[in-house]
């Protein structure tokens, strides 16, 4: 089956702790996206990635670090420096063209304890 | 700047009756415009797209949406709402210029609830 996969579903992390979120897809798509989603404000681009070794920052990339070594990788590294990191967090994918549709994978939601 | 607003945070329908989401959105070029349904705690799933072709769009699930330029508005309906319908629904505006292609901006999101 074809699709985009996050891991883990819920992730804890305590303050001042680095965590990964994963985001694989065998889409063979060439452009990932990572959005954080807060409830009433809709979804957020944190960075993106339209091909191998490049990435950009997008609205909020502050205390946010991403790789993108490997074309169906693009992972997600939340700092200590991310003053609110609680929130359900969305990878997507999609080809080049701005007119295709991203797929979403299931999402992470972290919770700072 | 491309924006994206939903008129409704949250719109309750009973069971069998229309529904209709609301949507407007500003911008400077041809835009392609989505809707999105999201269900609790999943990723979102495409329900329909808008790229400048016909500008009646027919979804899954029985949706569909028009696209009306002279009122900017993208409003997604479905004749008859089911149980299954309740979630929360996206307009969604794709950025088409510079380094930012492909790039999404969503509406802050439509809560539907049904009633039995």
């Known amino acids: 089956d074809g699709g985009i996969t996050q891991s883990p579903k819920y992730l804890f992390r305590k303050e001042g702790q680095n965590v990964t979120l994963s985001c694989e897809q065998n889409?063979?798509?060439?452009?990932m996206y990572w959005y954080r989603q807060d409830p009433g404000q809709g979804l957020r681009l944190i960075y993106y990635?339209?091909?191998?070794?490049?990435?950009q920052k997008g609205d909020i990339a502050e205390g946010y670090s991403v790789s993108r070594e490997k074309k169906e990788s693009f992972p997600l590294t939340v700092t200590s420096a991310q003053k609110n990191p609680t929130a359900f967090y969305l990878c997507?994918?999609?080809?080049?063209?701005?007119?295709?549709?991203?797929?979403f994978g299931p999402g992470t939601r972290l919770t700072v304890l | 700047a491309q924006s994206v607003t939903q008129l409704d945070s949250h719109v309750s329908v009973s069971e069998g009756t229309p529904v209709l989401l609301r949507c407007n959105y500003s911008?400077?070029?041809?835009?392609?415009l989505f809707w999105y349904v999201q269900h609790p705690n999943k990723g979102l799933q495409l329900l329909l797209k808008?790229?400048?072709?016909?500008?009646l769009v027919k979804g899954i699930n029985g949706f569909e949406a028009e696209f009306k330029k002279s009122e900017t508005s993208f409003h997604l309906t479905k004749p008859s709402a089911h149980m299954s319908d309740a979630a929360e629904y996206f307009c969604?505006?794709?950025?088409?210029?510079?380094?930012?292609?492909?790039?999404?901006?969503f509406g802050k999101g439509t809560k539907l609830s049904v009633k039995p």
């Open positions: 997507a994918s999609n080809k080049r063209s701005s007119t295709d549709t991203q797929y």
């Open positions: 889409l063979n798509h060439d452009a």
């Open positions: 990635s339209q091909i191998v070794n490049d990435f």
């Open positions: 911008s400077s070029y041809s835009p392609s």
């Open positions: 808008y790229t400048s072709a016909a500008t």
């Open positions: 969604v505006v794709s950025q088409n210029y510079g380094g930012s292609q492909g790039n999404l901006i």
